[in-house]
């Protein structure tokens, strides 16, 4: 597995524990719904066949998530994207980064 994958991994799972802290556990836990969401998002990242080259998911034209997983992480995005700048700023730049790399 790259640097590059498992970073998305990590950010995803921070974004997932930040949405879940604040609607679900006020606790560092997450509930069970965000733990399959990240169990789910986790599995479509290993999965991805881009592999190394994989654009972000919001560029991707092979969308991998079910309908309703893309709709809670898309929920999620909304509410942690504009908050990781601020808690987890190299996250989130990094994450802008790719998203324009070639």
Do not use: W
């Amino acid at each position: 597995m790259t640097f590059r994958l498992n970073r998305e991994k990590q950010t995803v799972q921070v974004m997932i524990r930040m949405y879940c802290r604040r609607f679900h556990h006020p606790q560092n836990e997450l509930c069970e719904d965000c733990e399959a969401l990240y169990q789910y998002a986790e599995k479509r990242v290993t999965k991805c066949p881009y592999g190394y080259s994989k654009p972000t998911c919001a560029d991707c034209t092979t969308h991998c998530y079910k309908t309703s997983m893309r709709e809670k992480i898309r929920r999620v995005m909304r509410y942690a994207g504009p908050r990781m700048l601020f808690r987890h700023p190299v996250l989130a730049i990094m994450h802008v980064i790719d998203r324009y790399k070639p």
